[in-house]
C-alpha cells in the first residue's frame, strides 16, 4: 500500500478501480432478479405478495428510462409465461427481449419519434390491463423523461417538446425544477401511467437517479401521484428567464395545469420500492477505497451545487483532510452538478468537473503550495455525460502542464464547455459505453 499512496499512476488506476467497483454494484438487471421471484402462483415484489391464483390474464409491465432492458430482461426471467405484455422505453442496445415486449428507441436527452411511440404503446398497454384488472409492474429508471413523451395538450408538437428539453437541460436548473416543469406538460408524467390503470394492483421498481427520498422525480415519476410543490413550473420558467425560449404551446400548458389525481379502488395495490440509487454507489465506492487503504470521507452534502461552487468545496475538502491523516485521503460524493453550457463544445458535467480540478490545482502548484499527489474522477453511472461519449474523466495535479505541451489551452476548453475534448486529447476521458443502469454521478478524489 506505501507504494500505492506515494505513486501518481498507481493512485490513477486507484480512482478508476473504486469507480468501477462502484459501478458494478448498481447492476439493474441484478437488481431485478433479486426483488422478484414466482413460486407457483405467489408472485413476491420485494415484501408486496400478489397471488395469481384466480389471475388468467397475467402480468402486464411498462419499462421506462436508461436501465430499461436490463431490468426487462430480469423481468422475463423471473416470470416466464406469466409475463403477458410489456412496453419498453430505452436507449438502443444489443440487449434481446422475448417477443411479449415491444421495445422503442426513446430519445436522450430530448425526445424523439419514438418517445412518443412508446407513450401510445404503453398508454394502450396499461388500458388494456385495466379492463383485466391484471396486475402492472412498472421499471422505472433514469432518463425516461424523455425516453417516453406525450402532451397534455395533443396540438404540442414533437419540435416543441424537443425546444423545452434542450431549454431546460442547458439553462442551469436542477433536476427538480426541469421536472416540474415537465410534469405539467405532459400526460406520461406525474402519475400519468398509473392513472390509465385504476383497477390493476401496481408495482413501481426503482433505479433512481435523484436524491434519497426523492423517487417521484425519477423519470418525472409516472406512477407516483402529483403532490403540492413549494415551486410551479411558472415559477421555474421565471427564475431561469425561459419566457423567450420556450414555446408558446409549451407555457399556455404550464399556465393552464392543474394538478390531477385518479380513482384508486379500495382494493388497488399501489407500492413503490427503490432497488438501487446513488448512495448504492457510494456505499460500493467508499467500501472500495477502505480495501485499498485510504482514509474515506462521504461528503453527503455535495450534491446539486452550482458546478464551480461544488469543485471547489470539494477540493478543499480533500486537501484541508490531508494534513491530518496518515493514511492516502479518499473524498466520495455524487449527485448531479448543475452545469449551465456556455459554448457549443462536447461534454458534460463531469468532464467539466473534471478539467475545474485539474486548472485548481495547477493553480494551486504555480501558487507555490505544497501538495500532495491528487487525483480527481468524475463520471456517471450511466456511462453518458451531456453530449459527448464519455462518462467523465480523471484529472491530476500534472493534467494542465500536459496539455500546454501539446498546445491545450485547459481555460479556452473551460469557456467553449469542451471539457470531452480537451480530455480525449489526453487520453484520459472515462469511456464505457451505455452501462444499463442510472444512479446519478460518482465523484472520487484521492490524495497520497
Request: aromatic share 4%.
Amino acid at each position: 500500500m506505501k507504494k500505492l499512496l506515494a505513486d501518481l499512476p498507481s493512485l490513477r488506476r486507484a480512482a478508476r478501480e473504486i469507480f468501477d467497483r462502484a459501478l458494478k454494484s448498481v447492476d439493474a438487471g441484478e437488481a431485478v432478479r433479486r426483488a422478484v421471484s414466482l413460486e407457483g402462483s405467489r408472485l413476491e415484489l420485494v415484501d408486496t405478495n400478489i397471488s395469481l391464483a384466480h389471475n388468467r390474464a397475467g402480468v402486464y409491465s411498462v419499462a421506462v428510462g436508461k436501465a430499461a432492458r436490463p431490468m426487462a430482461s430480469a423481468l422475463s426471467e423471473a416470470l416466464g409465461e406469466r409475463l403477458t405484455a410489456g412496453v419498453v422505453a430505452a436507449p438502443a442496445s444489443e440487449v434481446l427481449l422475448p417477443d411479449c415486449w415491444r421495445v422503442f428507441a426513446g430519445g436522450h436527452p430530448l425526445p424523439n419519434i419514438e418517445s412518443l411511440n412508446a407513450a401510445r404503446a404503453a398508454f394502450e398497454l396499461l388500458r388494456r390491463a385495466n379492463v383485466e384488472s391484471a396486475p402492472v409492474i412498472f421499471l422505472i429508471s433514469g432518463g425516461g423523461s424523455a425516453m417516453m413523451e406525450w402532451p397534455r395538450d395533443e396540438r404540442t408538437t414533437l419540435d416543441e417538446l424537443r425546444a423545452m428539453n434542450e431549454a431546460l437541460v442547458s439553462c442551469g436548473a436542477s433536476i427538480g425544477e426541469i421536472n416540474c416543469v415537465r410534469r405539467a406538460v405532459s400526460a406520461v408524467k406525474g402519475g400519468g401511467l398509473a392513472r390509465l390503470a385504476p383497477n390493476c394492483d401496481q408495482v413501481s421498481l426503482i433505479v433512481s437517479d435523484t436524491n434519497a427520498k426523492d423517487e417521484a422525480s425519477v423519470a418525472s415519476g409516472p406512477t407516483f401521484e402529483e403532490t403540492h410543490e413549494d415551486v410551479t413550473a411558472a415559477d421555474v420558467i421565471t427564475r431561469h428567464r425561459l419566457e423567450t425560449k420556450l414555446p408558446e404551446s409549451i407555457l399556455r400548458a404550464v399556465r393552464s395545469h392543474g394538478r390531477a389525481t385518479s380513482p384508486n379502488p379500495a382494493r388497488a395495490l399501489r407500492q413503490h420500492y427503490v432497488l438501487l440509487d446513488n448512495g448504492s454507489a457510494l456505499a460500493s465506492a467508499a467500501d472500495a477505497a477502505r480495501s485499498l487503504g485510504f482514509a474515506v470521507e462521504v461528503a453527503r452534502d455535495v450534491i446539486e451545487q452550482p458546478i464551480a461552487e461544488g469543485c471547489a468545496a470539494l477540493l478543499n475538502r480533500l486537501l484541508s483532510r490531508r494534513a491530518d491523516a496518515r493514511r492516502g485521503a479518499c473524498l466520495i460524493s455524487g449527485g448531479e452538478f448543475a452545469c449551465p453550457v456556455r459554448g457549443g463544445g462536447v461534454g458534460g458535467r463531469n468532464t467539466e468537473s473534471a478539467l475545474r480540478w485539474a486548472i485548481e490545482l495547477d493553480a494551486l502548484a504555480k501558487s507555490g503550495a505544497v501538495l500532495p499527489h491528487t487525483v480527481a474522477l468524475s463520471a456517471g453511472t450511466d456511462g453518458v455525460d451531456g453530449n459527448g461519449p464519455a462518462a467523465g474523466a480523471v484529472a491530476d495535479e500534472t493534467t494542465v502542464e500536459r496539455a500546454r505541451q501539446i498546445g491545450l489551452d485547459a481555460r479556452r476548453f473551460l469557456d467553449d464547455s469542451n471539457a470531452y475534448a480537451f480530455f480525449g486529447a489526453l487520453g484520459d476521458a472515462i469511456v464505457t459505453g451505455p452501462t444499463g443502469t442510472n444512479v446519478r454521478d460518482v465523484r472520487i478524489m484521492l490524495a497520497g
